[in-house]
Nanobody, 127 residues
């Protein structure tokens, strides 16, 4: 069974940092581009960042550029999202997802392109 599991969410003060992890089971995460998405209450799901299968290409939403960093460790079958200088507007449930097709040299922040999704982890930024 293909499965993605997110972890690392929690409560952080404005300006604080957290690192989210996305671990895969049932398939080799290393051949897929992986995206991070988020959804706040009452809002649509939006793309945050993505990384290609080899880790040589990354893309970020303008709202997180310079603050968030995506990376991957294919040996550990895990992708990470380092979130620094967080703002209250970063509060959301964060999801990771694997691209629908393997070995993508680039990636997008379009949810439709991703086929396997995790259950999400809550990230709350508040004082």
């Amino acid at each position: 069974q293909l499965q993605l599991v997110e972890s690392g969410g929690g409560l952080v003060q404005p300006g604080g940092s957290l690192r989210l992890s996305c671990a895969a089971s049932g398939f080799t995460l290393g051949v897929y581009a992986i995206g991070w998405f988020r959804q706040a209450p009452g809002k649509e799901r939006e793309g945050v960042s993505c990384i290609n299968w080899g880790g040589t290409y990354t893309k970020y939403a303008d709202s997180v550029k310079g603050r968030f960093t995506i990376s991957r460790d294919n040996a550990k079958n895990t992708v990470y999202l380092q979130m620094n200088s967080q703002k209250p507007e970063d509060t959301a449930v964060y999801y990771c997802a694997a691209h629908s097709r393997p070995v993508q040299t680039m990636c997008t922040l379009v949810p439709f392109d991703f086929g396997t999704w995790g259950q999400g982890t809550q990230n709350t930024v508040a004082s």
